[in-house]
Each structure stands twice: as C-alpha cells, then as structure tokens.
Nanobody, 122 residues
Framework: QVQLVESGGGLVQTGGSLRLSCAASGGTFSSYMMAWFRQTPGKEREFVAA????????NYVDSVKGRFTISGDNAKNTVYLQMNRLKPGDTAVYYCAGGPRGSFRVPEYDYWGQGTQVTVSS
C-alpha cells in the first residue's frame, strides 16, 4: 500500500524558512512525478511545485518561483520542499502527491499525504 507521509511544517515568522519532507513507501516511484500542493480553508487545493524522480529543475507556481525549491532523494524515497522568504500568504496545509504525469491538476495525482500545516506570522 502506497503511503506518503509529510513532515516539517510549523510556525515561522515572515521572511523565515522551512523545509518540508515527504517520505514515500509501499510502491515503486521511479517513474512517478512528485508534487506539492497547498490548501487554505474555503479554497481549492493549489499546485505549488512538481519534480520527477529522475531530477531536473522542477516546475513551480509563479507565486513561489525564486523562493521555493523542490528536490528529491531517490535513495531515501523522499521529496523535499525548501521554502525561503516565507510570507503570510504562504500559510496553508501543504500536501505531497504522486502521479504518473507531471501536472498542476489535482485529479492527475493518485496518491496523497495527510498534509502538514505551515503558518507564517506577520
């Protein structure tokens, strides 16, 4: 059974940094795209970044370009989201997702983690 488990969320001040981790288990992920989404109450889940297990530079939503970096460690089956220069608008529950195609669309992803809360205080 495939499992994605996020960690690393928390409370940080504006301008601070956090690194989220997503540990994948129970499947073969080498051909999958891994992504981070985020969601705030009353809003749709929003694409943040995606990367393939083979590496590359990743794809990002415009609002996080230059501040967030997605990366993966194949040996650990773990995907990271390094978040720098955080803003109050980044406050959300962050979800890790895995799917066969790189996409910004929620339905394209087969597997989801439980989410981790990120709160940025002003």
């Amino acid at each position: 059974q495939v499992q994605l488990v996020e960690s690393g969320g928390g409370l940080v001040q504006t301008g601070g940094s956090l690194r989220l981790s997503c540990a994948a288990s129970g499947g073969t992920f080498s051909s999958y795209m891994m992504a981070w989404f985020r969601q705030t109450p009353g809003k749709e889940r929003e694409f943040v970044a995606a990367i393939g297990w083979t590496g590359g530079t990743g794809n990002y939503v415009d609002s996080v370009k230059g501040r967030f970096t997605i990366s993966g460690d194949n040996a650990k089956n773990t995907v990271y989201l390094q978040m720098n220069r955080l803003k109050p608008g980044d406050t959300a529950v962050y979800y890790c997702a895995g799917g066969p195609r790189g996409s910004f669309r929620v339905p394209e992803y087969d597997y989801w983690g439980q989410g981790t809360q990120v709160t940025v205080s002003s």
